[in-house]
């Protein structure tokens, strides 16, 4: 089980809006560390999509949003691509194991 | 821009101890500002982390797998280093090393290796 829980899949049609949810606990989101996502395209490594709970790194479109409210953290897609389906993690540090980052369980992101 | 390249043996026996290095070019690994990570990712699951180690030598280590790892840096050489002891079948994954920010994410990976535990 992981510390931090999401949808196992997701799905929507090309140009949809479709948004994963991300929970947590007063010991990690909820504690203000920050979430971060990542975005893992079949057969590759994971790439980082949002830092520092809404920031996006150079290169990664606007298209993809991240926001957090009280122990939960989400990431919305806008204008889904077919180039979209991927697995998506959240990730963030958790206090209540001394140093311990944690990650979620991984949403797939189906394009129908 | 910095890279990151993992490697080591593909296949390891079980009872032994798993060994992977990462080497990083295009940066320096002794910058202050990162952690260097190490995660897994067992087949067609997600993400584990396994510890980070900075540069100085400070180490934190996922509890689940305390017992087994070490992971160790080498600053002269730009590498870091993971070894899990005792592994079984269950250490069979994709290992992953990376960059890592408490601000900013882990936002430079490693292509990945894939060890199996088999004998």
């Known amino acids: 089980q992981s510390v931090l829980t999401q949808p196992p899949s997701v799905s929507g049609a090309p140009g949809q809006r479709v948004t994963i949810s991300c929970t947590g606990s007063?010991?990690?989101?909820?504690?203000?560390?920050?979430v971060h996502w990542y975005q893992q395209l079949p057969g590759t490594a994971p790439k980082l999509l949002i830092y520092g709970n809404s920031n996006r790194p150079s290169g990664v479109p606007d298209r993809f949003s991240g926001s957090k409210s009280g122990t939960s953290a989400s990431l919305a897609i806008t204008g889904l691509q077919a180039e979209d389906e991927a697995d998506y993690y959240c990730q963030s540090y958790d206090s209540s194991v001394s140093g311990s980052k944690v990650f979620g369980g991984g949403t797939k992101l189906t394009v129908l | 821009q910095v890279q990151l390249q993992e490697s080591g043996p593909g296949l390891v026996k079980p009872s032994q101890t798993l060994s992977l290095t990462c080497t990083v070019s295009?940066?320096?690994?002794?910058?202050?500002?990162?952690?260097w990570s190490w995660i897994r990712q067992h087949p067609g699951k997600g993400l584990e982390w396994i510890g980070y180690i900075y540069y100085s030598g400070s180490t934190y280590y996922n509890p689940s797998l305390k017992s087994r790892v070490t992971i160790s840096v080498d600053t002269s050489m730009s590498q870091f280093s993971l070894k899990l002891s005792s592994v079984t079948a269950a250490d069979t994954a994709v290992y992953y090393c990376?960059?890592?920010?408490?601000?900013?994410?882990?936002?430079?990976w490693g292509q990945g290796t894939t060890v199996t535990v088999s004998s």
């Open positions: 295009g940066g320096s690994i002794s910058s202050g500002s990162y952690y």
């Open positions: 007063s010991s990690n989101i909820g504690a203000d560390y920050g």
């Open positions: 990376a960059r890592d920010d408490d601000i900013g994410g882990m936002d430079v």
